[in-house]
């Protein structure tokens, strides 16, 4: 009813396109820009690459237990999750927190100190597009839901090198701003959140916006919609994962292998999950396709509507992130107390804070639920909002951009239901 009760009232009052008109936003003063992206951005760059270097060290030689471990929580719930939220608020964040892009800058540098020029070794082919974003990203969250010990210590410190190497590998290679919008998976979805953001950065000068704005015009990027079908259906699929359905399918195919052969078990049931996670990225997908298909042909137009309403998704991506994952950061974010004290698990107190017991019972099952359905509900609108603008910028018909609107409608309702869904069975 809320959505329907929105897509009346944009199709009544937004008759003119309005994104892009505030998009500009306020310049914050010249001073305050400089420091941020000056002195304080070194700064940052080089806490980060010390943290990077703490990450893999905790995870390479620190204690196997996951538990006491920092590095699991830091990979999974700060960084997975937090970055989201700081992306969201104060816009890109990501840009001067990469410790991949710092060691890339610091580079650079050195290498223009002694009066050379830094060139990328190749030029970036358009025709490969974010597909290598795509798939840095799918590696992760396959790594995350579908491998039997994503946590194990060991794991991560596999993980956190090679995509190092991929990484700066790619910025030495094309360069670190087109690897960075690319290649680089987490920039890129933190790019996108940060386009909700009422902060950015344009010019050199940090600017304030009315949030949402960031999402005006096409996103014209090949592999761009598929790298948001991946970030929207690994979090449809996570939750879905965690319902008795898919467990006991799991259960039944790893059973005949749980005694006499558990390495087979795991190995189906890995392909299982991979299977499952490919679906739902592939459900996501092929319901936006349809959908702007479906209204292509509403309007009885020429021109390919993917690209155009391809940013209404991001909201969508970030509301179920945060409606699947809120609670696990809030509580499980409680550990990193303790395990600052004592990174490796070998029984330090650096800070005295290793005695710290996180408080479980912070949130109540109705608060919980109150926040995800709220924040699907909201998530939606606002897609539904930005395909909306975009349609009556691109469409001269009124009645045109409010047909190429019926299914962008039904498209939300399915995503928001599907939401809710597996809400209620997680």
């Known amino acids: 009813m809320v959505l329907v009760a929105s897509f009346v009232a944009l199709g009544a009052l937004w008759k003119t396109p309005q994104l892009e008109a505030h998009s500009t936003g306020l310049d914050l003063g010249q001073v305050f820009s400089r420091l941020i992206l000056g002195p304080l951005r070194v700064l940052v760059q080089a806490i980060s690459v010390l943290l990077l270097a703490l990450v893999f060290a905790t995870a390479l030689v620190g204690t196997s237990d996951s538990r006491t471990n920092l590095a699991p929580t830091w990979v999974y719930v700060i960084f997975w999750l937090g970055l989201p939220l700081l992306s969201v608020f104060f816009g890109n964040v990501w840009r001067a927190l990469s410790p991949w892009g710092a060691l890339a800058d610091a580079f650079v540098w050195l290498w223009e100190r002694g009066g050379r020029k830094a060139r990328p070794l190749a030029v970036y082919s358009e025709r490969f597009g974010r597909y290598p974003g795509a798939m840095a990203l799918f590696a992760f969250v396959a790594l995350e839901l579908c491998y039997p010990d994503p946590s194990g210590p060991r794991v991560l410190a596999f993980a956190i090198a090679l995509y190092t190497y991929i990484t700066l590998f790619g910025m030495l290679a094309f360069g670190r701003k087109t690897w960075s919008e690319r290649g680089e998976g987490f920039a890129i979805l933190f790019a996108y959140i940060a386009r909700i953001a009422p902060l950015c950065e344009r010019g050199g000068r940090i600017r304030i916006r009315v949030p949402l704005t960031g999402l005006a015009g096409a996103e014209p990027a090949r592999g761009s919609i598929l790298f948001i079908a991946v970030a929207l259906g690994s979090v449809a699929f996570d939750g879905y994962s965690r319902t008795i359905t898919w467990q006991d399918l799991v259960a039944r195919v790893e059973a005949p292998y749980v005694i006499d052969r558990p390495g087979t078990g795991e190995i189906l049931t890995t392909g299982l999950n991979l299977a499952g996670l490919t679906a739902a990225i592939l459900i996501v997908l092929g319901a936006y396709l349809a959908a702007c298909g479906l209204a292509r042909s509403m309007v009885r137009t020429p021109r390919s509507l993917v690209p155009e309403f391809a940013l209404s998704l991001v909201p969508i991506a970030l509301v179920y992130a945060v ?99 597996l809400l209620s069975r997680g």
């Open 323 to 421: 409606a699947h994952y809120f609670s696990l950061f809030v509580i499980q974010g409680q550990f990193m107390a303790p395990l600052a004290s004592d990174p490796f698990g070998r029984g330090w107190d650096i800070f005295g804070t290793a005695g710290v017991r996180p408080d479980i019972a912070l949130l109540t099952p109705n608060a919980i639920w109150y926040v995800q359905a709220g924040a699907l509900v909201l998530g939606h609108v606002a897609g539904l909002a930005v395909a909306h603008d975009r349609a009556v910028g691109i469409f001269s018909d009124r009645e045109d951009a409010l047909r190429s609107q019926y299914a962008m409608l039904a498209l939300m309702v399915a995503y928001t239901v599907g939401g809710l869904w």
